[in-house]
C-alpha cells in the first residue's frame, strides 16, 4: 500500500477537520501536550452546533474553549475535565465548565463500561513512519485505550513535528484515521521551580526510606522533584510512573536509573505521559530504553505491583485527624484532581516491599494572609477526600514521617500532630481532645 498517497488523500484544513462534528456529539482528546491546538481553535469558531460535549484535561493552553468569559458566551460547548488544568480552573470555580471524578487507570473503562461514548477523537501525534503508523509521543495517557476500544465514529489526528516519537503500545495506523492535520505545535516545557528549604527536608526524609533497587513513582510538584535530587546515592532504580520528568533523565545520566531490578519491563522507563523540557522530550524521543503505554496498563494496581519495590511519592494539599487526605481541592473549589494518585498508591501497597508516601508542607498562607495548618482537625466542608484513610500509608513534612496504616484514630492523630508545624501542635492536641476520639 502507498500509505504516502492515502495520507495526501486525507490531509485537511483544521476547519475541514471539525466539520466530523455534530450537534451532540461527544468529543474527547488527551491531557497536556497531547492538546490539539489547531483542532480545539477550529472547534470554538463552529458557529453551525447546538450543542458540544467536550471531554480532556492537564489544560496547559490558553485556548478559547478553555476560558470562562468564553465558554459564558458559547454555552454550546460544554466542557468537562478529568485533571482540571491551569487555564481552565477559572471555568471550573464558576461552574461554566466541569470536572469528572476518575481514577486515571479507570477513565478509559467509563467507555469500556458504556458510561460515556466518544463520538469523535482527537489527538496530536508524531509523523507518520513508512509504515503508517503515528506515536502518541509523550502523551498517549486515557485517549489511546479508548481508541482501542473502537466504540468511537471519528478520528482526528494533528499530525506536529515537535512531537516525539515513543516506543511502546502507543501507534495509531493511518487506516483508523479520517481526517489529518499538520500544525507544528509547540510543547509546553515546565519551568525548573526552586526547591525550597522545607520541600528539602521533606526530600531528604523520603528519599532516605527509598532502598536501592525501588521502582519509582513520582507525581508533580516542588516535593518529588527535591526526592529525586536527593537520589543520587542510590543504586539501580527503575521507573514505572504515570509521568515521566526532567529528574528521571538526571537520574538516567548519573547511573542511578538503569530500571534492572524491574520485574516487569526490566531495563525500561515506563510510563504514561511525559511533562518537562525540552531535555526530557529529546531523551524520550525514539528511545528503545523508554516506554510510554496507555494508563489503563501503566497505572494498573495489579501490574504496577508486579515489581518489587515499587517506591510511590505524590503531594498533598491538607490530611485530617484519621488519615483523609485532599490533594485536589481548595475548600469546594476544584483545583486539579485524582489522577493517578489511587493508582500507585495501591500498587505500591501490593508491590513486595512497597511503600507510598503522601508529602506535604506543613502550613500554607491563605488568602487573607494568614498562615494555616495542612494538618486539620478535620478536612472543611465541600473539601475533596482523594486519598481515603484506609489506603494511606506514610505522611512526610520538614517535621518528620508518620506511618498510619494500621493505626486506630487516636494514634494516627497523635502522629501527625508530631509532624505538624511546632507553632501549630498546642491547638491541634486542644482540638484533639475537643473530638474525644
Not at 223 to 233: D, G, H, I, N
Not at 240 to 261: F, P, Q, R, W
Not at 356 to 373: A, H
Request: charged residues 20%; aromatic residues 10%; proline residues 5%.
Amino acid at each position: 500500500m502507498n500509505w504516502t498517497e492515502i495520507y495526501k488523500q486525507k490531509l485537511c484544513s483544521s476547519e475541514e477537520a471539525v466539520s466530523l462534528i455534530k450537534s451532540g456529539d461527544k468529543v474527547v482528546f488527551p491531557l497536556g501536550n497531547g492538546i490539539p491546538v489547531s483542532l480545539l481553535e477550529a472547534l470554538a469558531k463552529k458557529s453551525d452546533l447546538e450543542y458540544v460535549e467536550i471531554y480532556g484535561g492537564l489544560e496547559i493552553f490558553p485556548l478559547k474553549l478553555f476560558n470562562a468569559d468564553f465558554l459564558e458566551n458559547n454555552p454550546q460547548f460544554r466542557y468537562t475535565s478529568l485533571y482540571c488544568g491551569i487555564f481552565l480552573r477559572e471555568a471550573v470555580k464558576k461552574k461554566i465548565a466541569t470536572y469528572l471524578p476518575v481514577r486515571l487507570a479507570q477513565g478509559p473503562e467509563i467507555v469500556e463500561k458504556d458510561h460515556m461514548i466518544p463520538d469523535v477523537l482527537m489527538l496530536t501525534v508524531s509523523p507518520m513512519d513508512k509504515h503508517g503508523f503515528f506515536s502518541c509521543g509523550g502523551h498517549p495517557d486515557f485517549v489511546y485505550p479508548i481508541l482501542r476500544y473502537k466504540k468511537h465514529r471519528n478520528v482526528i489526528i494533528q499530525v506536529s513535528e515537535n512531537t516525539p516519537r515513543t516506543w511502546g503500545d502507543n501507534h495509531i495506523h493511518i487506516s483508523e484515521v479520517d481526517k489529518i492535520v499538520e500544525f507544528t505545535q509547540p510543547l509546553l516545557e515546565l519551568p525548573d521551580m526552586p526547591i525550597s528549604p522545607e520541600e528539602e527536608l521533606i526530600g531528604q526524609y523520603t528519599a532516605d526510606m527509598v532502598p536501592d533497587g525501588a521502582t519509582i513513582q513520582l507525581g508533580i510538584g516542588g516535593v518529588p522533584s527535591a526526592v529525586a535530587r536527593l537520589l543520587k546515592e542510590k543504586k539501580d532504580l527503575g521507573v514505572h510512573s504515570e509521568m515521566l520528568c526532567d529528574a528521571m533523565v538526571e537520574l538516567y545520566e548519573a547511573g542511578v536509573i538503569n530500571n534492572s531490578k524491574k520485574k516487569l519491563k526490566t531495563g525500561k522507563m515506563v510510563g504514561t505521559f511525559a511533562l518537562g523540557t525540552r531535555k526530557l522530550y529529546d531523551f524520550i524521543d525514539d528511545n528503545p530504553l523508554v516506554e510510554l503505554h496507555g494508563c489503563t496498563w501503566v497505572n494498573n494496581p495489579f501490574v504496577i505491583a508486579q515489581n518489587d519495590n515499587v517506591i510511590s511519592i505524590n503531594s498533598a494539599l491538607e490530611i485530617d485527624f484519621t488519615g483523609q487526605v485532599n490533594a485536589e481541592s481548595l475548600g469546594n473549589m476544584h483545583y486539579s484532581g485524582t489522577g493517578g494518585f489511587i493508582d500507585f498508591m495501591q500498587g505500591a501497597w501490593y508491590s513486595k516491599g512497597g511503600k507510598s508516601f503522601i508529602t506535604l508542607t506543613s502550613t500554607y498562607t491563605n488568602s487573607q494572609g494568614e498562615v494555616k495548618s495542612r494538618i486539620v482537625p478535620m478536612l472543611p466542608q465541600g473539601a475533596t477526600v482523594t486519598g481515603q484513610r484506609a489506603e494511606i500509608q506514610y505522611i512526610v513534612t520538614a517535621y518528620g514521617v508518620a506511618e498510619i496504616k494500621g493505626r486506630n484514630f487516636k494514634q494516627r492523630a497523635e502522629s501527625l500532630i508530631n509532624i505538624a508545624h511546632p507553632d501549630f501542635r498546642d491547638e491541634l492536641r486542644f482540638e484533639l481532645k475537643k473530638l474525644n476520639i
